[in-house]
Nanobody
């Protein structure tokens, strides 16, 4: 089982930036990747980005390509999400979770971190 703690969310104006962090403990390397997901009010949770632990390969959802950057620090077992040029549509609760590619592995959701982008 892996434990996840997300942080770094907040209130920001459109066009601004935030950097989210996901600290993983337990056995995070059992899965080959870690991903960020988000859930907007009244909507289903959706994939945002993923990065592999071994070689740092990344994959992004189309709405965030060119604006968000996912990275990892294996020594700290921490994954980051740098979010630039934020839009009101980026508002939601952001979660990290182990994956294989975009597919969830296990059920280890943390509390998430709230991002609010004002127009």
């Amino acid at each position: 089982q892996v434990q996840l703690v997300e942080s770094g969310g907040g209130l920001v104006q459109a066009g601004g930036s935030l950097r989210l962090s996901c600290a993983a403990s337990g056995r995070p390397f059992r899965s080959n990747a870690m991903a960020w997901f988000r859930q907007a009010p009244g909507k289903e949770r959706e994939f945002v980005a993923t990065v592999t632990w071994t070689d740092g390969r990344t994959d992004y959802a189309d709405p965030v390509k060119g604006r968000f950057t996912i990275s990892r620090d294996n020594a700290k077992t921490t994954v980051y999400l740098q979010m630039n040029s934020l839009k009101p549509d980026d508002t939601g609760v952001y979660y990290c979770h182990p994956t294989v590619g975009r597919r969830l592995t296990g059920d280890s959701w943390g509390q998430g971190t709230q991002v609010i982008v004002s127009s």
